[in-house]
């Protein structure tokens, strides 16, 4: 096994994150604790390492005093060959596998490790989880958590374990001196640590009150940047530049109340650390004077006060460090934690392929509002029967295939497929079985291929190819080319297919339904970013996806659906008529009137919500 795969960094969680920051800490390396430890432990050596120098040093002088010069090298040549191999050859092996441990094996793994859990995690939340928050703060919770947890690990193991193991090394050479003195190191250390714990809480506090002033600002950035064609065409650069502005003096005054703390912080411990240099080398010294100690005591105990006078500045700002970034992890916790308000049940089921039978059973569902959604919605769909829903905005069209999708748990009744409950399936397989084509398309910023293959991962070039030309979309995909010169099928679409206009990513949308030949179709305006040349050719690849499939279509353009095998009107949450387009025109209601009104095939939706 190689050294970098120690820790493997993908495996599974040990099941939801905790709320509670040590608990979550745990939950976030879980698996990799020993190698940590390990690390660690080698750190420690490291640390012992430092203060077996101060020793060797010691004994060399007291031996350079006792042979005088002439004799020196004659009577102690093992103790210089022993000094010698220590610093050329037993130190830098020591120092050499703790930095090997640490940039080869913690570093690289625990970083995805952690990241991997969390986004895993984050993709199993409901959609409203990403409906109330930005998307550019939620990455960089991710991503800050992730970075965070991972030098606290880093820092603890390359200077807390360091750290401690070259104290108490230090502590027993000191007692081989004189008791006193290593007890001057022990009072020294009950100072250093009241200084360490009267500061680092509020090092933590205030470092997590930064970290989500800094997730703000990228919410808001990317929020902007999101929707740049929207600011431009509005001309609000310079609202959004405030907005922007407004977040980032909230940083600015989050890291100054940082950076006070830092540096009190800083100071008290740098006045703590100039007082041990004192006590040891003044103690030692002293005892010298009484004959109680030798030069070589002197310069021992001098070497390690130096060394921990100096370490007092490394670990004061790595423990601001690893304080700092538990108080990002505890900000990131708050929003990365939340559990799921909708999941799949202990004995869900997985869903095989269905012959296409939907049923709403006294359907109520309001958002958890007092009214909005859909109400007592008693609906029968057989496989394979087509249905058109139309009503003004907000009859509950979008809520009625919401629900079908899972997206939602209804609060009222039940909404079943092929006669289970949609409750009682997984999501994802539930899904599997749905396809769908949204009013607005949803495009990665990747290439043509790979969006259409998002139907069906698994599907071959020749069948991504075959779903393209179906969708009328295979001529236009050759045609195109970005920036880096890439051309047809592997040509980057851009952030939300931005490269490509409205019918083009439809069609792009239909392509990968065409793929996915999944029993259930919704299409929501599925055409009505259209021309209607390519509208008529993309109604023809349409009539033959549908083809032995139970679809839901809403449109606003009757003419799209007035061939369903049967039209549902919605208003207000309810279904107030249904029946074939000829039934409905006949009875001289809701639908009619929305026939008569239409303009160029369109419900005149404003006129009647009026």
Do not use: C
């Not at 750290?163 to 050479?173: E, H, N, Q």
């Not at 200084?195 to 205030?206: C, E, G, S, T, Y």
């Amino acid at each position: 096994m190689k050294l970098a795969d120690l820790i493997d960094p993908f495996q599974r969680a040990p099941g939801p994150p905790p709320n509670t920051l040590w608990r979550f800490v745990h939950w976030s390396l879980a698996g990799s604790w020993p190698v940590l430890l390990g690390a660690a432990a080698i750190s420690a050596l490291a640390g012992v390492m430092e203060v077996l120098s101060a020793l060797i040093l010691g004994a060399v002088i007291d031996a350079a005093l006792e042979s005088g010069p002439a004799d020196f090298f004659a009577e102690n040549w093992l103790l210089l060959l022993g000094f010698t191999a220590f610093f050329i050859v037993l130190r830098p092996l020591a120092f050499g596998a703790s930095s090997a441990a640490n940039t080869i094996v913690v570093q690289p793994n625990v970083n995805v490790l952690v990241q991997a859990r969390l986004n895993r995690w984050t993709l199993g939340q409901p959609v409203t989880f990403f409906d109330d928050d930005f998307a550019g703060r939620i990455a960089q919770k991710q991503v800050q958590a992730a970075r965070a947890l991972t030098e606290v690990a880093n820092e603890t193991i390359n200077t807390v374990a360091f750290a401690l193991a070259s104290i108490i090394g230090s502590v027993v050479l000191l007692f081989t001196i004189d008791a006193r003195i290593a007890l001057a190191l022990a009072v020294w250390m009950v100072g250093y640590f009241f200084v360490i714990r009267r500061f680092l809480p509020n090092v933590r506090a205030k470092s997590g009150a930064r970290a989500g002033a800094r997730a703000m600002v990228s919410g808001q950035v990317v929020d902007t940047i999101t929707n740049i064609k929207t600011v431009k065409l509005f001309a609000h650069s310079e609202h959004e530049d405030r907005a922007a502005l407004n977040a980032m003096d909230i940083f600015r005054d989050r890291s100054i109340d940082f950076g006070q703390v830092q540096a009190a912080f800083r100071f008290w411990l740098m006045t703590v650390a100039g007082i041990l240099p004192v006590l040891l080398i003044g103690g030692t010294a002293w005892l010298w004077s009484l004959g109680q100690a030798s030069p070589g005591d002197i310069a021992a105990a001098g070497a390690i006060a130096i060394r921990i006078a100096q370490m007092t500045g490394w670990v004061s700002f790595v423990l601001m460090t690893i304080y700092g970034n538990l108080g990002e992890v505890e900000d990131g916790m708050k929003t990365l934690t939340a559990r799921p308000t909708l999941v799949d049940a202990d004995d869900a089921m997985e869903l095989g392929r269905i012959k296409g039978a939907v049923r709403f059973d006294n359907v109520s569902f309001a958002y958890g509002r007092q009214a909005g959604g859909v109400e007592r919605i008693n609906l029968d769909i057989r496989p394979g029967e087509k249905i058109g829903i139309v009503g003004a905005s907000g009859a509950g069209k979008s809520t009625l295939v919401a629900l079908l999708l899972r997206l939602y748990d209804v609060e009222e009744g039940r909404v079943l497929v092929d006669g289970q409950d949609v409750r009682g399936l997984t999501q994802e397989s539930l899904r599997r079985q749905i396809g769908m084509v949204t009013q607005e398309t949803a495009m990665f910023n990747r290439s043509a291929f790979d969006n259409i293959r998002y139907g069906r991962p698994e599907a071959s070039r020749a069948e991504v190819e075959a779903a393209a030309r179906a969708a009328q979309a295979h001529d236009f995909i050759a045609n195109l080319r970005d920036h880096t010169g890439r051309a047809g099928y592997e040509s980057q679409l851009g952030e939300r297919g931005v490269r490509l206009s409205g019918g083009q990513r439809q069609r792009i949308a239909l392509a990968r339904a065409f793929l996915k030949n999944a029993p259930i179709l919704v299409l929501d305006e599925a055409t009505s970013a259209l021309d209607s040349e390519v509208e008529a050719h993309v109604q023809e690849a349409l009539e033959k996806l549908m083809q032995g499939k139970t679809v839901l279509a809403i449109a606003h353009r009757l003419s799209t659906i007035a061939s369903m095998d049967r039209i549902i009107v919605m208003e207000a949450g309810r279904i107030v008529e249904e029946g074939s387009h000829e039934d409905l025109l006949a009875r001289d209601g809701v639908y009619a009137r929305f026939w008569a009104r239409q303009s160029g095939g369109f419900i005149g939706i404003e006129e009647e919500m009026a």
